[in-house]
């Protein structure tokens, strides 16, 4: 979703009322689509991992249902984040904004926000996020094939299933750390940023804290800033 | 048999009325129960294969065809004693016609179940039998990545895996496995692991002494812990002639890490994930968009939702 079509969007210029479309319809359909069918896949899998945690499975049918549906969910989670790489991975191109922000980034994680060069779109972080989300489900859908169908691995090629075991479980506990972050941040840590990704919209003084240039595109319709 | 499962419970330990000790008294018995296959009288008759799926209840399936004498290239979920054939060239020019029977080794310390992640899906006896429990088992698979001889197979209808039980059923009421008791040249035998153990040393012993068998050997792999079938091999330096006897195996290293210590760290990762967040918010709390702090917007209607 380019900015140019937040515009273009019913709400002209991107305002109304003191708040400003950030995620359309379909990016929040599919950020949730995501959400869920990571959650399913983390509660499984974290059954799976370890004896401790087998009781979660019974959350969801028991291990026989979870195993059943963890790759199937698995794949959904994949297609959710390869739309989402459709849609954002041109929002989610480093540019030097971010670099000049990164470098400062203690300011933010200090919520010292004032101090920080203003940014598009999306920040450093998030665009880390998406990135380590979208490389992660890669390994973890590729690996996660070899775990699924592990007796279809010849014998003479047996170090493709530790290898898959290897990345899915490498891959899995990386993506995991970045979802407690996510999480955090979307829920407690930055004020408003789970309503905008329920109902789409912040406010303008939201925007404007947080995406300065974002905000100044889509209020001002200028070309994108570098 | 008897002894060797529940039955052993039943010896005498004391006796009313009686002088002196209880007669055995003080004798210990060997509960390991041992299969023990010599490859160098066994003639591939298969009987064990029927033998097997007889006992079992399973139906005989379609044989594959693979250039040698084998039933199919490997075992299945429904066929788990399978001879293997191998038309092995010998340094001197030579062909031997080696067979081994291929079933679940029983491992002492299996991999299978080091890897599987369902609650009581697999067991291993005291007598050493290593079982799996189809009414545990989600059918993740993670038991053939553990399993160094490739032994447990899926069953797509049900979604459970199945090996060989070294018959658990009727060893537990004092029989043979059904394997021992088909065949017909007496290659192989069953009992405690001690008389197996002694019975192949001096098979293999007969084989080099007598019949010029100079690497005659015992198979009883110590990587694994040792084994629950244990093979007397005309040439112990080379098990892999054996349709892939595999020559040391023990539990995959990363099924070792995995299910070791990077469950720890993987574990104390999420851990100080989730206490590092709460951390975080402790000492910095939530960033409020603060309206007021932004005065020289001219264009601020509404305040947060």
């Known amino acids: 979703m380019s900015t140019s079509q937040v515009i273009s969007s019913r709400r002209t210029a991107g305002e109304t009322g003191g708040h400003i479309l950030r995620y359309t319809f379909s990016e929040r359909i599919h950020h949730w689509l995501a959400a869920l069918t990571y959650i399913y896949c983390l509660i499984t899998g974290l059954a799976f991992w370890s004896p401790y945690m087998y009781w979660l499975a019974t959350l969801v049918g028991g291990g026989p249902t979870a195993r059943f549906w963890h790759p199937w969910l698995g794949l959904g989670f994949t297609l959710s984040v390869f739309w989402m790489y459709k849609m954002w991975h041109r929002d989610m191109q480093t540019t030097d904004a971010d670099r000049r922000w990164s470098k400062v980034i203690k300011y933010y994680i200090e919520n010292q926000d004032e101090k920080l060069p203003p940014i598009g779109r999306f920040n450093y972080g998030q665009k880390l996020f998406f990135w380590l989300m979208f490389y992660g489900v890669i390994l973890l859908v590729l690996s996660g094939l070899g775990l699924w169908f592990v007796e279809s691995i010849p014998w003479s090629l047996r170090w493709l299933r530790y290898l898959a075991v290897t990345v899915h479980v490498v891959a899995a506990l990386a993506t995991i750390g970045a979802f407690i972050i996510h999480v955090y941040m979307g829920t407690a840590m930055v004020r408003g940023g789970f309503t905008s990704i329920i109902r789409g919209e912040v406010t303008t003084t939201w925007a404007r804290t947080h995406h300065r240039l974002w905000y100044e595109q889509v209020t001002k319709g200028t070309a994108p800033q570098k | ?305």
């Open chain 2, 1 to 305: 048999m008897g002894w060797l499962m529940s039955q052993a419970t039943l010896a005498i330990r004391r006796i009313s009325g009686h002088p002196g000790v209880a007669p055995g008294d003080g004798v210990e018995r060997d509960y390991q129960v041992c299969k023990l296959v010599d490859t160098t009288t066994c003639i591939g008759c298969k009987a064990c294969e029927v033998a097997c799926l007889e006992w079992n209840g399973y139906e005989f399936s379609d044989t594959r065809f693979d250039n040698s004498y084998q039933t199919m290239p490997e075992t299945t979920w429904k066929y788990w004693n399978l001879i293997k054939f191998n038309e092995h060239e010998n340094s001197d020019g030579t062909v031997s016609l080696l067979m081994r029977k291929d079933q679940c080794m029983h491992c002492a310390d299996p991999g299978c179940l080091a890897a599987c992640p369902a609650d009581g899906a697999i067991v291993q006896y005291t007598n050493g039998i290593v079982d799996f429990q189809q009414q545990n088992c989600i059918g993740c698979g993670y038991c053939v990545s553990g399993c160094p001889f490739d032994i447990p197979k899926f069953n797509p209808a049900t979604k459970k895996m199945f090996k060989c039980t070294l018959c658990v059923d009727r060893v537990s009421e004092g029989l043979e496995p059904a394997c021992i008791k088909s065949c017909p040249t007496g290659c192989l035998h069953f009992g405690t692991k001690e008389d197996m153990t002694y019975l192949a040393e001096s098979r293999a012993t007969q084989l080099r002494d007598n019949f010029g068998f100079e690497k005659a050997g015992v198979y009883d792999p110590p990587g694994v812990g040792g084994t629950g079938v244990i093979y007397v091999l005309h040439d112990a330096s080379n098990p892999e002639a054996y349709g892939g006897l595999p020559k040391d195996p023990h539990i995959p290293w990363v099924v070792r890490f995995w299910k070791g210590p990077a469950k720890w760290i993987g574990n104390l990762a999420m851990l100080g994930g989730i206490v590092g967040v709460t951390l975080h918010y402790l000492r910095f709390g939530p960033k409020e968009v603060d309206a007021t702090k932004h005065d020289d917007s001219t264009d601020e209607k509404g305040g947060r939702p």
